[in-house]
């Protein structure tokens, strides 16, 4: 159950997050909004269970604001009717990834194991 409650909570700030800043500011439909939450959820998230317990927060968050990014805009080169500009998935990217670091938190304290945290540093 703790999976699914940390699914939506990682995929509701992603979709609000890329709706105001895709959708609102750079144009970028809501399907292509939607369909980019579930790619991004779905390929960071085992990420966050599997690689996250072996590092510590902050380059974690690093390699989440790579992933977003090359996802984000690479997006356009893959999916037919979607284009994500290289500015507008930066900038995505990079408030997804402060939101990252308090998910990273709450996993660390609500879903991973308690002999597989990471310690958190306060960087």
């Not at 703790?2 to 700030?13: N, T």
């Not at 779905?42 to 317990?53: K, T």
């Not at 997006?75 to 997804?96: Q, R, S, Y």
């Amino acid at each position: 159950m703790e999976h699914a409650k940390a699914l939506l909570i990682k995929g509701i700030m992603t979709l609000i997050v890329l709706f105001l800043i895709l959708g609102i500011i750079y144009g970028v439909s809501f399907l292509s909004v939607l369909l980019l939450t579930v790619i991004v959820g779905a390929v960071s998230y085992p990420g966050d269970m599997f690689i996250l317990p072996k590092i510590q927060n902050v380059p974690a968050v690093l390699a989440d604001f790579v992933l977003a990014f090359i996802l984000l805009w690479g997006a356009g080169a893959v999916i037919p009717g979607v284009e994500v500009p290289a500015a507008g998935a930066a900038i995505a990217a990079a408030v997804l990834a402060l939101g990252e670091y308090y998910f990273h938190m709450y996993l660390a304290t609500h879903v991973l194991p308690s002999n597989n945290r990471l310690m958190m540093d306060t960087q």
